[in-house]
């Protein structure tokens, strides 16, 4: 049902039972295990899919780095600022080892 490098992949699928009896095939959730890694200093122009093809050579491999960040939703990770904000914060998150 999901491509083998889905974070999806290995993940059990159930039966369940909607209110009107129907039943329906559905993923089970999925546990975000810890992952070990390296912080990496993310710049303005930064993407998830960029950091995962810099790291990896394969940018669908950015759910790794969402996952090694506990990140709900992938976007969460990056904030938007500007270089010449003296108050900018540094980001880094973590790239998990191949």
Known sequence: MFL????YANTP????ALPDG???NAV???TIPSTPG??????SNDRL?????????DATRYWH???????LDANDLLVQW??????????????PET
């Open 22 to 24: 129907t039943q329906i």
């Open 82 to 95: 500007l270089a010449d904000d003296e108050n900018a914060q540094q980001l880094s998150i973590v790239v």
């Open 38 to 43: 390296d912080l990496t200093p993310v710049t």
């Open 4 to 7: 083998k490098t889905s974070r």
């Open 28 to 30: 089970q959730l999925r």
């Open 49 to 57: 899919d960029v950091i995962a093809y810099r790291m990896y050579s």
């Open 13 to 16: 699928q159930i039966q369940m």
């Open 65 to 71: 780095v969402a996952d090694a960040n506990s990140a």
